[in-house]
């Protein structure tokens, strides 16, 4: 399985995002990186599959969360709720009106799971993320509102190239994957979250 990431979209122009997008994608930019590097994933692996027969599956991973994150990994849910519980500054870049979509890792997981159980004809590439969308200012007040904390909000200027919205279309994993898709929305996953975070901060 190759665990690939929303980020072969780019800053999309299409959205909801459905695998049959190609992306758009700065090959240059400060983000090419991660994102060509998740791209030429994928076509090694799908060019292995077809030179070898291997047999592969691609997924799409879609931003995830949940407890055991790294308080520094510098993810957007753990670097908010670390900044909520210890009453500093919530660092937003740019507007907080670019969007994503924050899937729990409960239903990742389960989606994997039937990934791998799926029709060895069905290979992918599958999206993996939960398709309800939230600003980031939206995510901000809701861990504000969760920890009950006094931090306020400010604001930084947005990196080069970062994505300004991302959903992902989940149809084809519905079809493919026995009905699969997200049963943790964000409140509960966030509330389990922060409870972790709450533990290992003490």
């Known amino acids: 399985m190759q665990a690939s990431t929303s980020e072969v979209y780019g800053d999309p122009i299409v959205h909801p995002q459905k695998e049959d997008y190609w992306g758009n994608v700065n090959p240059i930019g400060l983000r090419s990186c991660y994102d060509e590097g998740k791209r030429c994933a994928e076509t090694l692996f799908m060019d292995y599959h077809h030179q070898n027969k291997v047999a592969i599956k691609i997924i799409r991973i879609f931003n995830t969360y949940g407890p055991n994150m790294n308080v520094n990994d510098g993810r957007v849910v753990s670097n908010f709720i670390v900044q909520a519980l210890k009453g500093e500054n919530i660092t937003m870049y740019g507007d907080g009106f670019q ?56 604001f930084m200027p947005l990196p080069k190239d970062d994505p300004k919205q991302r959903q992902p279309n989940i149809e084809l994993a519905k079809e493919k994957l026995n009905g699969w898709e997200p049963k943790v929305q964000l409140k509960e996953g966030l509330e389990k979250t922060i409870a972790y975070f709450e533990g290992i901060l003490k």
């Open 99 to 154: 969007t994503r979509s924050f899937q729990y890792v409960d239903d990742l997981v389960e989606g994997m799971v039937r990934m791998m159980n799926s029709d060895p004809q069905f290979l992918g590439p599958v999206n993996l993320g939960n398709p309800n969308e939230f600003s980031m200012l939206e995510l901000a007040k809701t861990i504000i509102d969760l920890t009950g904390s006094v931090s306020k909000i400010i």
